[in-house]
């Protein structure tokens, strides 16, 4: 996986990753960080972009945030 630049959500450092599918698209992931520790998601749709993983990844984190559904 490769790792995208890290953005600020709220309290939160939210990090996408891409990296490709056996199905020759791309996967999605995303690093949400507060303090010293991180939670890593990792999604099943698959993209034909690295960018759009990259998007779908950064949305997801987003509104996991903003839903407050990362306890």
Do not use: W
């Amino acid at each position: 996986m490769t790792p995208s630049i890290p953005h600020q959500v709220g309290h939160y450092i939210v990090t996408p990753f891409t990296g490709p599918a056996d199905c020759g698209r791309f996967a999605a992931s995303v690093s949400v960080r507060r303090g010293k520790h991180d939670r890593v998601f990792r999604f099943v749709p698959v993209f034909r972009s690295a960018a759009e993983a990259t998007r779908y990844a950064l949305g997801q984190a987003r509104q996991l945030v903003a839903q407050n559904q990362l306890g």
